[in-house]
């Protein structure tokens, strides 16, 4: 990818409190307000995704913890950062990745700040949306070790939403030529 390019990340999953191994007599641990991002304490599965601004193409990655080093080698193995400016919020993760950008621009979510200019992390936002809707409203539950289908399927939704059926379907059958569809397991998220 190269351009602008948008990175966020979300946690997908639901409140332990809704989970049918939840005991009440387990509460669940209460975050002080300013103490970090709450979804990084609990079971929801964190995934990434990259939104080029100018293309709407999509890449993403279901992965077990957001932290420097995930980011890092998820957009060095995407992007071409030499020659693309990077969006995101002011999550601590991003400034030393952004650093090999041409520019790496900020939005500042606890500020209420979601666009400034034409810098905005929304693309990302919106992808996000669809995908937790989706999830909650269509299958109810993922299992983690399944996310990774769900995430690439909507990844690939979201990339070819502007093209008519003929031209997705034609994508589609393309990308699959030479493989064989088979079920495998998952081994590493990371």
């Keep these: ?3 602008t390019i948008i990175a966020d990340e ?3 999953g639901g409140d332990p409190i809704n989970d049918h191994h939840w005991k009440p007599e387990a509460k669940p641990e209460v975050l002080v307000s300013g103490s970090g991002r709450p979804n990084q304490k609990t079971k929801k599965t964190p995934v990434l995704a990259l939104v080029n601004k100018e ?5 993403t990655e279901v992965v077990t913890s957001v932290n420097k080093g995930n980011i890092g080698k998820f957009l060095g193995s995407h ?3 030499a020659n693309s400016v ?7 993760v991003y400034p030393q990745t952004g650093q090999h950008f041409q520019a790496h621009e900020t939005v500042n979510h606890s500020k209420k700040e979601y666009v400034r200019g034409n810098v905005t992390s929304n693309h990302a936002e919106g992808f996000f949306s669809q995908l937790k809707r989706s999830i909650d409203g269509t299958h109810h539950h993922v299992s983690p ?7 690439n ?3 690939f939704r979201y990339t070819t939403c502007k093209l ?4 997705r379907l034609q994508t589609l059958v393309d990308q699959a030529a030479g493989r064989r569809l088979s079920y495998k397991p998952l081994t590493n998220r990371d």
């Design 1 to 3: 990818m190269r351009g």
């Design 10 to 12: 979300a946690w997908i």
């Design 55 to 59: 293309t709407g193409e999509v890449r």
């Design 79 to 81: 992007v071409d950062m």
């Design 86 to 92: 990077l969006h995101t919020d002011e999550s601590s």
């Design 145 to 151: 070790d399944h996310l990774h289908r769900y995430v």
């Design 153 to 155: 399927e909507f990844a």
């Design 164 to 167: 008519d059926d003929g031209v």
